[in-house]
């Protein structure tokens, strides 16, 4: 099982960016996907969550990012998605996606992680 | 300010026993049996070391152990090792805005 993050970088302020997960080792679309963030020094923040195929791919998000952020995933390339939309110079963290030990529950905890990537939102 | 409340730092000699809690509110840890502990090195990825209060994955040695009273969990290390000095993040499902809430993380340090 292998989850690699790609797509961060330097940002403005204001601008967007879109994460990627690519995973291998295992059947994607029989996993939900959860995408987490840590802040320098700061212990991981949750950010949100997408079900699997059979579920339709629904989201779930916290609330200190709903609206800006948004989670998609390609089953047929196996990889997850991170739209990150009008950054904030707080948004700077490493983020990382998480494999889902079910389909469905939001409350079922994470497995394996990915190695995370470095998104540093300044002017 | 993190949810869920823990002690900054840790310490214990090798061989010897630590606790490390995890302090939330009926709305998370005393609501649900959805507690998670992660390990985490420097400049790595957080590690799951028990879920759902006590369960362990595989490949986790069983020194690591977990468990819940009301309103807070707890991770117990026995028999420290050198490896074992890390961070530690609680986290927990939650009934509030956002599902999962995390503790500002514990540092161990083996002496």
């Known amino acids: 099982v292998q989850l690699v993050e790609s797509g961060g970088g330097l940002v403005e302020p204001g601008r967007s960016l879109r994460l990627s997960c690519t995973t291998s080792?295992?059947?994607?679309?029989?996993?939900?996907l959860t995408w987490f963030r840590q802040a320098p020094g700061k212990g991981p923040e949750w950010l949100g969550f997408?079900?699997?195929?059979?579920?339709?791919?629904?989201?779930e998000y916290a609330a200190s990012v709903k609206g800006r952020f948004t989670i998609s995933r390609d089953d047929s390339k196996g990889i997850g998605y991170l739209q990150m939309n009008s950054l904030r110079t707080e948004d700077t963290a490493v983020y990382y996606c998480?494999?889902?030990?079910?389909?469905?529950?939001?409350?079922?905890?994470?497995?394996?992680w990915g190695q995370g990537t470095l998104v540093t939102v300044s002017s | 300010q993190s949810a869920l409340t823990q002690p900054a730092s840790v310490s214990g000699s090798p061989g010897q026993s630590i606790t490390i809690s995890c302090t939330g509110t009926?709305?998370?840890?005393?609501?649900?049996?959805?507690v998670s502990w992660y390990q985490q090195h420097p400049g790595k990825a957080p590690k799951v070391m028990i879920y759902?209060?006590?369960r362990r994955p595989s490949g986790v040695p069983d020194r690591f152990s977990g468990s819940k009273s009301g309103n807070t969990a707890s991770l117990t290390i026995s028999g420290l090792q050198a490896e074992d000095e890390a961070d530690y993040y609680c986290?927990?499902?939650?009934?509030?805005?956002?599902?999962?809430?995390f503790g500002g993380g514990t540092k161990l340090t083996v002496l």
């Open positions: 998480a494999r889902c030990v079910d389909v469905y529950r939001v409350w079922a905890p994470v497995d394996h």
């Open positions: 080792g295992f059947t994607f679309g029989d996993y939900a």
């Open positions: 997408i079900r699997g195929a059979a579920y339709y791919g629904t989201t």
């Open positions: 009926s709305s998370d840890i005393g609501e649900f049996t959805y």
């Open positions: 759902e209060v006590l």
């Open positions: 986290s927990s499902y939650s009934s509030t805005s956002t599902p999962w809430v």
